[in-house]
């Protein structure tokens, strides 16, 4: 009999020289692909941007550089046209929010026909899981001292919740001035606030800081910041800025559901001290609750 032949071997897989030329999922922009830039690394990635953590000017200087890239499906001049305006509107809602001194990222260059916004990197984390974390803490302390069953909701009247109604105090002046240079955010949560560590020897930008002793001591501190205004526009509509408040209201009662008695009692009150319009605004809220409940029945 003759010799069986041996199948066929695949071919031998050719070694890239760019061993993360397959990791690249989605192409830079371009003024990330200069040798001079600091390796960007991928934040986030949405449906509209992309955010990339790289340098400004300086290696040391940090920088968050939002990137809208071209859309295929799109007709190219439209398709460009939109994201000038949107690229543009947004860095003047940051701008006027900054002269305002309302706490959100400076902006430190802008090329709307690439698509790019560079902006200040805000160290520290999200006010959503600063806020998970420290409610995590409290449950398990809760727990070592022998209670059982579902975790207790958060009312802001223990000694140890001084610090998350500290927190809540700077959300609500923060978004107070913001409404008060006429400007909506569009999507309020707290995944879009970050918390800014303090300095040293400084006290919190707007005052309210927590005092005693917490379950969770520092996890709270920091200067509420916030970011993502894609979807921002400028309005002095109480309508408008209503819908805003009922965004995170929704949004903080979905994801902080133990403290979402905190929301109004707490928020509320340091919205009316910022903004002087905010008695209208909050009177609005409830027809915006009302209309809400409504949608919510009618299913």
């Known amino acids: ?25 989605f192409p830079l922009p371009t003024i990330l692909t200069y040798p001079s830039s600091t390796p960007p690394t991928l934040i986030t990635q949405g449906a509209e941007a992309r955010l990339y953590k790289t340098t400004y000017l300086l290696p040391s200087l940090p920088a968050a550089l939002k990137y809208r890239p071209p859309k295929t499906w799109r007709h190219p001049v439209l398709d460009a046209r939109l994201t000038r305006h949107r690229i543009l509107a947004e860095a003047r809602v940051l701008t006027r929010c900054r002269r305002a001194a309302v706490p ?25 899981g600063a806020i998970n974390e420290w409610l995590k803490r409290r449950k398990e302390k809760e727990e070592g001292a022998g209670g059982g069953g579902d975790a207790l909701p958060v009312t802001g009247e223990e000694e140890g919740d001084k610090q998350l109604v500290a927190l809540m105090r700077r959300i609500g002046s923060a978004v107070g001035r913001m409404h008060g240079v006429g400007v909506v955010h569009g999507d309020l949560t707290t995944s879009n606030m970050m918390l800014r560590p ?21 996890l709270l501190d920091g200067d509420i910041v916030i970011i993502d205004f894609g979807l921002a ?11 805003d408040l009922y ?14 008695a905190l929301f109004t009692a707490t928020l509320e009150s340091s919205y009316r001290e910022t903004f002087k319009q905010a008695p209208v605004v909050l009177k609005k809220l409830e027809e915006v609750r009302m209309r809400g409940r409504k949608r919510s029945m009618i299913g």
Not at 1 to 13: F, G, H, N, S, V
Not at 247 to 260: D, G, P
């Open 1 to 25: 009999m003759a010799e069986d032949t041996p199948p066929p071997q695949p071919p031998a897989q050719q070694q890239s020289d760019k061993p993360h030329e397959h990791e690249e999922q």
């Open 104 to 128: 959100v990222p400076a902006v430190y260059a802008v090329d709307e026909s690439a698509g790019w916004l560079a902006m200040e990197w805000i160290g520290g984390p999200p006010a959503r």
């Open 233 to 243: 526009s400028q309005s002095t509509s109480d309508e408008d800025r209503a819908v």
């Open 247 to 260: 965004v995170l209201e929704r949004a903080f009662a979905s994801t902080h559901s133990r403290a979402e």
């Open 198 to 218: 303090w300095e040293k020897g400084r006290e919190p930008a707007n005052g309210h800081a927590a005092t005693g002793e917490g379950v969770g001591d520092g």
